[in-house]
């Protein structure tokens, strides 16, 4: 079990449901696009995220030994049972059990990251499939997925420029990821691909179809021009109140509090040493979104002892107020003693 309480209390808060939140515009500005154009597609939100590891990983051909799999990169309940990863969690379940043959599933999705401004232990995910009548070509379905994809970016992002890259993922084939140029820079949209015969067959259907995946706060980070990935979950009612069901609203920052750095060294003491449990001690001792970052700055091995050492830059700021150098060094002390308690590195 590797669920922590700060990770359970995000199940059911669903903030893609709430009306006003900038995830549910995005969310609500791709369904519709979906439905003027093809008004069979079922819209589900509000599938449960604990999902069996079989249909999570096995049923999208995903190998037992894949990173995405392993302790360290998922939330596990047990054996069997972990919290989504990604919505295509949800594509062999619906295929084979609803029916259904063109949906959209969106939903919080959970990973054991790295600690920055872009990335959060929790998520939000939209995933689309759609089936084609048996015997439709290959270059005929990766066509209308291309053609779908770029109108429903255009619905979001107005005329931009996009490209096309070839991807890898196990459960589709030929992959692509697509591209566009946005405020000066290449940005990744989503991931897509036709889906593995495999998958199909095994949901007991012979017709083939296309699936994508896109992350709601990635885009929705660059169209309200939300600069930090926490600030989605601010009760801040400076944040809350910024926006209006519908509407892309620009962000305007209210304040840019200070930030604190400190630093941690340590040698990481056993080899199964991994950041991100490393990570998610730093989540676990700090209850409120006080930090900003966590930076691997420095690693080295020494010269005889081959032992590693490696030195974690934390920067401490809330997006809401400021932070006193009593409650930072008590927070950061926390983490130093769990480190050591909890993944046997010796402090420098
Ligand atoms: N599930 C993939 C991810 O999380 C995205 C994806 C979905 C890719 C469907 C292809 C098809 O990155």
């Not at 509000?46 to 999902?51: M, N, R």
């Not at 759609?130 to 779908?148: H, Q, S, Y």
């Not at 030929?174 to 566009?180: A, D, G, K, Q, V």
């Not at 209210?254 to 449990?277: E, L, M, V």
Request: aromatic share 12%; charged share 25%.
């Amino acid at each position: 079990m590797t669920i922590t309480p700060n990770i359970a209390e995000r199940v059911g808060v669903n903030l893609h449901l709430r009306p006003s939140h900038p995830l549910n515009t995005i969310k609500t500005l791709i369904e519709n696009h979906f439905l003027k154009t093809d008004p069979t597609f079922e819209l589900y939100s509000t599938l449960p995220p604990l999902v069996s590891t079989q249909s999570c990983f096995d049923d999208l051909l995903i190998p037992p030994t894949h990173s995405s799999r392993s302790k360290s990169d998922t939330y596990y309940y047990d054996n069997t049972t972990c919290l989504r990863t990604h919505t295509s969690a949800h594509q062999s379940t619906l295929l084979k059990e609803s029916g259904s043959k063109r949906f959209l599933v969106t939903g919080d999705v959970y990973r054991r990251d790295e600690i920055d401004r872009c990335h959060y232990p929790v998520f939000h995910q939209m995933e689309g499939v759609k089936m084609f009548e048996a015997g439709t070509g290959g270059d005929v379905i990766e066509e209308d997925l291309k053609r779908t994809l770029e109108g429903v970016t255009k619905e979001i992002f107005g005329e931009v420029e996009m490209r096309w890259n070839d991807d890898y993922f196990p459960f589709t084939s030929p992959s692509f990821e697509l591209e566009i140029f946005f405020n000066g820079e290449w940005l990744e949209v989503l991931g897509c691909g036709v889906i593995q015969t495999k998958i199909i067959e095994n949901a007991g259907l012979k017709q083939p179809g296309w699936a994508f995946g896109l992350g709601l706060e990635r885009l929705a980070m660059v169209l309200f021009e939300i600069p930090d990935i926490r600030l989605f979950w601010s009760k801040d009612p400076r944040f809350i109140d910024q926006f209006k069901s519908g509407e892309i609203i620009k962000f305007k920052p209210f304040s840019k509090y200070p930030s604190s750095i400190r630093d941690i060294s340590f040698w990481t003491g056993s080899q199964n040493f991994h950041a991100n449990d490393f990570s998610e001690i730093v989540r676990n001792c700090i209850s409120e979104d006080i930090i900003e970052s966590v930076e691997l700055i420095d690693e080295f091995v020494h010269p005889k002892t081959k032992e590693v050492s490696n030195c974690f830059r934390f920067t401490y700021r809330s997006m809401e107020r400021s932070l006193t150098n009593e409650e930072i060094d008590k927070v950061h002390f926390k983490v130093r003693e769990r480190a050591v308690d909890e993944l046997g590195v010796v402090l420098r």
